[in-house]
């Protein structure tokens, strides 16, 4: 069982920046690939970025590729998003998940999932 914390989101101009911070319970952090994902209002959730279990590897959207930076400190049992060059776009409530196996663009695929922390970007 991993229990999964957001922190770091808030309200930000555009073109400004945001760290998240997603704290994981338990000992076996580093044995799980971790993902972001977005939900946007009045649309599905969506895959942000993630990253392979010993950080060596990372995947992001198009939509973000250049401007988000996934990272992970497995001392810490934490990942984080950095969020440059914010666009009012990327407005949405984020979560972070954990994958078992490889790590994936796939919501299904994760298994345990935070309760999510929201970021407004205003124009």
């Known amino acids: 069982q991993v229990q999964l914390v957001e922190s770091g989101g808030g309200s930000v101009q555009a073109g400004g920046s945001l760290r998240l911070s997603c704290a994981a319970s338990g000992r076996t952090f580093s044995t799980y690939a971790m993902g972001w994902f977005r939900q946007a209002p009045g649309k599905e959730r969506g895959f942000v970025a993630a990253i392979s279990k010993n950080g060596g590897s990372t995947y992001y959207a198009d939509s973000v590729k250049g401007r988000f930076t996934i990272s992970r400190d497995n001392a810490k049992n934490t990942v984080y998003l950095q969020m440059n060059s914010l666009k009012p776009e990327d407005t949405a409530v984020y979560y972070c998940?954990?994958?078992?196996?490889?790590?994936?663009?796939?919501?299904?695929?994760?298994?345990?999932w935070g309760q999510g922390t929201q970021v407004t970007v205003s124009s």
């Open positions: 998940a954990a994958d078992w196996r490889s790590g994936s663009t796939v919501e299904t695929d994760y298994d345990y």
